[in-house]
């Protein structure tokens, strides 16, 4: 059976066989759509087992980005905490078997709400409310996690957060760009002299939004995915990029992607934020300096994707497509610096 561009059938089956428990020969894989990012499939084993496998992109990656054993790391040491995460079941750091490293962790059963036809098929409205409910409470159940508590006090380093990242991603934006951007270079420089006073460093997701969740029928978060960019910081980040990602029915669109949440039942952005500060207990004053932060990296996010679409990393893909990701790109960078100037 022919398996899908990024799964080696012979050699991951084996391995299979041989590292998770209960995995029984002959698998069928299949690629779950909707990731720009590292490639996540589908495994059906012959006893009727499900499991998820997660690898890098196919080419063009950025190391730092892809780093299968940290993911792994994060979720088993999560797994008995508060926070719902998919068990993790295995990693595989021999490059020999599928190209690159890949970890596997157990199917959970859920909806990925990304556009707004399956938030009205999948969800009532009450349960759309309380999926927003859920997304803000299991986001300060991550902000609650002593890192040391669950052995990740060196997953990262505990101070400067914003100082790093702003470090991180200028760098990645340079590494990916396809072209001169004079707002990602001033919205940078700008930042670097307003980043709020951090507090205690906890865990920070880097990219939490709601399709970056598996949700039941009730809308309850049942698993956090997507931790590639995870590391220790201020929380504040991932209040901020939430913004971002998330329309409420009654919120000007703030990036084009990210508008699932436009359906009715769905709560605002500012209800979204004021549930975060009475559930975490923490002060969201500068808030607005988050979100422009948070504009500003997903501008250079979306470049890396584009970069690695333009490359055939991804797939095939269409000249409109491509457009959209550039199109999105400057619309954030855009949305960063107007962000930025209402700071005063």
């Known amino acids: 059976m022919n398996a899908p561009s990024g799964i080696d059938a012979t050699r991951v089956g084996a391995w299979l066989e041989a590292h998770v428990t209960g995995a029984t020969a002959p698998f069928r894989y299949e690629l779950i759509a909707g990731g720009h990012s590292n490639l996540t499939f589908a495994v059906f084993d012959s006893a009727g087992n499900r ?3 997660r690898r890098p992109p196919l080419s ?21 905490s508060a926070v719902p995460v998919a068990p993790a079941l295995g990693l595989c750091t021999d490059e020999n078997v599928n190209g690159s490293p890949f970890y596997v962790m157990q199917f959970v059963d859920g909806h990925i709400i990304r556009e707004e036809e399956s938030a009205l098929r999948a969800l009532t409205p009450k349960a759309r409310h309380h999926a927003g409910v859920s997304l803000i409470e299991t986001m300060a159940k991550i902000h609650a996690v002593v890192p040391a508590d669950v052995g990740l006090g060196d997953l990262g380093r505990h101070e400067g957060y914003i100082e790093r990242q702003l470090k991180r991603w ?27 006073e951090q507090g205690p460093a906890t865990i920070v997701h880097g990219d939490y939004r ?17 931790w590639e960019i995870c590391t220790l910081g201020d929380p504040l980040a991932d209040l901020g990029l ?5 329309t409420g029915p009654d919120d000007p669109i703030a990036a084009k992607a990210f508008v699932a949440t436009q359906a009715p039942g769905f709560m605002n952005r500012d209800e979204l934020a004021r ?9 969201i004053s500068q808030l607005d300096f988050y979100v422009s932060f948070a ?24 000249q409109e ?23 005063g």
């Open 51 to 53: 499991f998820v496998l």
């Open 295 to 318: 504009f500003w990296k997903l501008a250079c996010i979306l470049e890396g994707v584009y970069a690695r679409y333009k490359a055939g990393a991804m797939g095939a893909t269409d």
């Open 275 to 283: 549930r975060y500060a009475e559930v975490s207990g923490r002060d």
């Open 60 to 80: 063009h990656a950025l190391a730092s980005a892809h780093d299968m054993a940290r993911e792994h790391r994060i979720i088993s040491a999560l797994r008995d």
């Open 170 to 196: 200028y760098g990645q934006w340079n590494a990916s760009k396809t072209r001169e951007l004079p707002e990602i270079d001033e919205v940078h420089e700008a930042l670097r002299t307003k980043i709020p």
């Open 210 to 226: 709601l399709d970056n969740c598996l949700v039941d029928d009730g809308g309850n978060v049942m698993a956090v995915l997507d």
């Open 321 to 343: 497509a491509l457009y959209l990701f550039k199109e999105q790109v400057e619309m954030a960078a855009a949305q960063a610096a107007l962000t930025l100037s209402r700071l």
């Open 242 to 246: 939430l913004m971002v990602y998330w």
